[in-house]
């Protein structure tokens, strides 16, 4: 009987404080601008509340859960930090309001306050896919000045990593200045806050010196400043370049002559998530 009592009376003193401080969770789902320990960093700077917290995609903004409590919160999907600390500061304010409202609110309580839900309905995240317009000034190597018009489409691999696919429509020396110069690209861009760059491959079809078409290849880099003007639409500013392994340069006769070329610009437009 001593024994039992002893047991009895140790668990009830160290089951308590070994519940309180059992370290809560952080689940961020796909999607999510920031990771959960970005997440945790920024609670902890507010308070350290001991609790469990779920963030996920909904629609164009993301859906914050603390227990039975949820709530709907937009932010910058181009500032990681920005974001967490938004939906950290939402984290404290969800534990105050459950602090303060009673384990058995009376019948005549009100309703729950507009963006809180008790559902347990999937949620839909955001389209991976953008669309992206751009116009720019370039030089190539050979002097020739061009305005090239640019369309890409985007696909989110990752939070902060997109597959890129572009087409550009522009002038160039290739064979002769001013010839048409059609530029396909495949890429991988980097995100981090409002910067990106971009880096791949291309293939260049151009006239020849004939009337023909010759496809010239190489490589690229871009880098890119996303200025946010909703939760869709970015102004994009950019400046890059390209390399070619071999592109057409000139004519000698009906033989077209090909070797190395390069060229860059600068450029600027709007990009779009569908």
């Known amino acids: 009987m001593p024994r039992t009592r002893l047991a009895t009376t140790l668990a009830a003193v160290l089951l308590p404080p070994a519940v309180a401080f059992a370290s809560p969770t952080y689940a961020v789902g796909e999607a999510v601008p920031f990771t959960a320990l970005q997440l945790e960093e920024a609670v902890v700077l507010r308070g350290d509340p001991r609790v469990d917290v779920r963030v996920t995609r909904q629609g164009n903004d993301l859906l914050v859960e603390v227990g039975d409590a949820r709530q709907v919160v937009a932010v910058n999907d181009t500032d990681p930090h920005g974001a967490a600390r938004v939906v950290a500061m939402v984290v404290v304010a969800l534990v105050g309001d459950a602090a303060s409202t009673p384990a058995f609110p009376p019948p005549s309580a009100p309703a729950p306050a507009a963006g809180l839900t008790l559902d347990h309905e999937p949620r839909a995240t955001g389209s991976p896919w953008s669309i992206r317009g751009t116009v720019g ?9 061009a305005t090239p018009v640019t369309g ?12 890129v696919g572009s087409v550009t429509y522009t002038r160039a020396t290739a064979p002769l200045r001013d010839a048409r110069f059609i530029p396909l690209r495949l890429g991988l861009e980097g995100r981090a806050g409002a910067l990106g760059v971009e880096i791949g491959g291309m293939a260049a079809v151009h006239e020849g010196c004939t009337g023909s078409r ?3 290849k190489g490589g690229y880099a871009t880098g890119r400043i996303y200025l946010p003007v909703s939760p869709r639409a ?28 390069y060229g860059g610009h600068l450029g600027g437009g ?4 569908l």
């Open 137 to 145: 000034f370039a030089r190539d190597d050979s002097g020739t000045f």
């Open 152 to 163: 890409a489409v985007s696909y989110r691999l990752a939070p902060f990593a997109r597959l």
């Open 214 to 216: 010759e496809v010239g």
């Open 234 to 261: 970015h102004v994009v500013v950019e400046g890059g370049g390209y390399y070619m392994l071999e592109q057409a340069y000139g004519c000698d006769g009906m033989t077209t002559l090909s070797g190395e070329a």
């Open 270 to 273: 709007v990009e779009w998530r």
